[in-house]
């Protein structure tokens, strides 16, 4: 899994373990000590901390995948 991953605000990334609802790609809202991101399925909301994010990250999807994946354009 990549080490040093630039996680930005707006950013989807793809997780390692899915969530409850069976999504497992969530949207960044917040970046600091912890990184908040909202599960773009069920549009819950949890905060980890970022060295724990970057952990389950599997892949980074960029904003073009991320609309086309979304299909509601936001
Ligand atoms: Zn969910």
Do not use: N
Not at 21 to 47: H, K, Q, S
């Amino acid at each position: 899994m990549p080490e040093c991953i630039p996680i930005k605000v707006g950013m989807t990334v793809q997780l390692r373990k899915k969530h409850p609802c069976g999504g497992d790609l969530w949207t960044v809202t917040y970046v600091g000590a912890d990184i908040a991101a909202v599960c773009m399925r069920c549009r819950r909301r949890v905060m980890l901390p970022r060295e724990e994010f970057e952990r389950r990250i599997r892949k980074v999807l960029s904003p073009d995948e991320d609309a086309s994946v979304r299909g509601k354009g936001q």
